[in-house]
């Protein structure tokens, strides 16, 4: 299968879906994957490391939706890639489709298969979005606890659960 990883166009968004060691164990199970330009660059990914691994660096964005059979991103398809989805292509990313009328309507016009992270179960666990959710719970305690401190008029914040201990006073945080 040819699986394209295209660079993620939604604003603030840095990750990659695949990291090269990842993409090194699918050239091994027999994949091409073409990965584009700077793709992992906000991720601390540099293209040799890709070419390193086994993937063929794509210039554009197009040529990475032209030639792929399967796209993987972190984030859903914006309207600037809508047009770019093909026929039974496979579509596999978080998709938030529930909250996206226009994304839900461009992807059935498309007549690709789309796989969403978040729907994807294993006995009764979400595998894919728990670790999200895990990641989002943890930084939503830091987040307030650096709103916390003095330079938001606050007294500061003792947060427990973290790894070691993270206090948060008078705009320095001690571990």
């Known amino acids: 299968m040819i699986i394209g990883v295209p660079e993620e166009l ?26 584009q330009s700077l793709a992992g660059k906000g991720s601390g990914y540099s293209d040799k490391e890709y070419t390193n691994s086994g993937a063929i660096i794509i210039n554009s ?3 990475i939706y032209k030639q792929s059979e399967m796209i993987v991103k972190v984030k859903e398809p914006l309207e600037k890639e809508y047009s770019l989805i093909k026929e039974d292509q ?15 309507q461009a992807l059935i016009d498309s007549k690709s298969i789309c ?7 294993k006995n009764g666990n979400f595998t894919l979005l ?4 895990e990641v989002a719970g943890r930084i939503s305690a830091i987040v307030r606890a650096y709103y ?7 007294q500061g914040l003792l947060i427990s659960g973290v790894s070691g ?8 945080v001690f571990f």
């Open 10 to 35: 939604k604003d603030n968004e840095f990750r990659v879906s695949i990291a090269p060691p990842g993409i090194n164990e699918l050239v091994e199970s027999g994949h091409k994957v073409l990965v």
């Open 61 to 63: 964005i197009e040529e």
């Open 90 to 104: 496979i579509i596999f990313t978080y998709l938030h489709l529930s909250s996206n009328k226009k994304l839900t």
């Open 115 to 121: 796989i969403a992270y978040e729907t994807i179960e």
């Open 130 to 133: 728990a670790p999200m959710s």
């Open 148 to 154: 916390l401190g003095i330079n938001f008029h606050g």
């Open 165 to 172: 201990v993270l206090i948060v006073f008078k705009n320095m």
